[in-house]
């Protein structure tokens, strides 16, 4: 995971979107064992208060399952596939808005995509 | 309750008004920096709370106590500059502060020496710069404390010394302390930080959580700090 923060936004908003950002893409595998949030607050260089506020919001969002003594972990296949989804929605809806800006339509960026490497 | 109280804290030597009647509190679980230029009162507070100076005026408490020697027991502070006598070993200091300090966890710093290779059996004068400020920071954060007062930790450290020593801060983290960290090197400590305190001139300019500056004006601290303190 990159831990480098944008200054524009609150600092355990992008832990958390760093934490979707690995499940969705697989670094972070459903079942996986977080450590401790000192340690993984260490880990990224932050405060543990905001590496607490961080995961307490994906637990909420289900992507984080609180087992009490045995720890963190990593939610199951369905809450990863579900957060693969919502990416891939919020990155196809970012280049509809960026190629409209550019004069493109629908039609023309799904040409685009098929010609596309 | 909280960690510290201070209202209306002043400090003068001789004309100097160091500090002009300051007032915040810091409560348990939180990271603050104590951040402001040059000459903007951030080691006299250090040194009024750690017990080292006496106050003009107003009321600073820690742990419900006026600064002294129970204090001196709940206070872990970290000076600007380098306290350790040169000639001494490194196993001998670990000695002192364990004799100095009930808190103090002597096998858990010999092992964070250890783990970074330190020579217990050198004496301080051997060790470069950056390796007698790790040794110093070990020994501070080793004590199990209510109150770590951090004067300037990352001064003058290359770039990895200074993430051993914030890593270490973090590691270090309890929730039934405070930890208050004073720099100038905003940009480099940031992320660590709850909440900061800038202090001007002897006085309190803004205190906020770091949260509410980059949620409400949409920028980190250092930017903000640059605007506030524009020469």
């Known amino acids: ?117 | 309750m909280a960690i510290l109280e201070c209202k209306d804290l002043k400090k003068r030597y001789g004309p100097t008004e160091a500090l002009r009647g300051v007032s915040f509190n810091l409560e348990p679980g939180r990271i603050t920096g104590l951040l402001g230029p040059n000459g903007s009162g951030k080691t006299t507070f250090i040194k009024l709370t750690a017990g080292l100076l006496v106050q003009t005026s107003g009321m600073l408490k820690v742990c419900g106590m006026e600064p002294g020697r129970k204090t001196k027991a709940l206070v872990s502070y970290l000076p600007e500059r380098l306290d350790l006598p040169l000639w001494m070993k490194v196993e001998a200091v670990l000695d002192y502060f364990r004799s100095f300090y009930k808190d103090f966890d002597r096998d858990r710093a010999a092992d964070m020496l250890e783990g970074l290779g330190v020579p217990l059996d050198k004496p301080i004068r051997a060790l470069s710069k950056g390796t007698r400020e790790k040794v110093r920071l070990i020994c501070c954060m080793c004590r199990k404390a209510k109150l770590y007062l951090l004067d300037e930790p990352v001064g003058g450290v290359d770039p990895a010394t200074r993430d051993f020593i914030l890593r270490t801060i973090i590691a270090n983290f309890d929730p039934e302390a405070a930890v208050l960290i004073s720099t100038h090197l905003i940009g480099d400590v940031e992320k660590v930080l709850d909440d900061v305190i800038f202090l001007d001139k002897g006085l309190v300019k803004l205190q906020s959580s770091v949260d509410a500056i980059r949620q409400e004006r949409g920028c980190d601290v250092d930017t903000l700090f640059r605007e506030v303190f524009r020469c």
Not at chain 1, 2 to 25: C, N
Not at chain 1, 55 to 80: K, N, Y
Not at chain 1, 95 to 112: N, S
Request: proline share 4%; aromatic share 6%.
């Open chain 1, 1 to 117: 995971m990159d831990w480098s923060f944008r200054p524009d936004r609150p600092i355990y908003i992008q832990i958390a979107e760093g934490f979707r950002t690995s499940v969705a893409t697989g670094e972070l595998q459903p079942g996986d064992k977080l450590k401790s949030t000192k340690e993984l607050a260490a880990w990224a260089g932050v405060s543990p208060n905001a590496m607490e506020r961080a995961l307490g919001e994906l637990q909420s969002e289900g992507l984080i399952e609180d087992r009490g003594p045995e720890g963190r972990f990593v939610a199951g296949q369905g809450a990863a596939e579900d957060i693969r989804w919502a990416m891939a929605a919020q990155e196809v809806d970012g280049l509809v808005k960026r190629m409209g800006a550019l004069g493109f339509g629908k039609a023309e960026i799904i040409r685009l995509v098929e010609e596309a490497e």
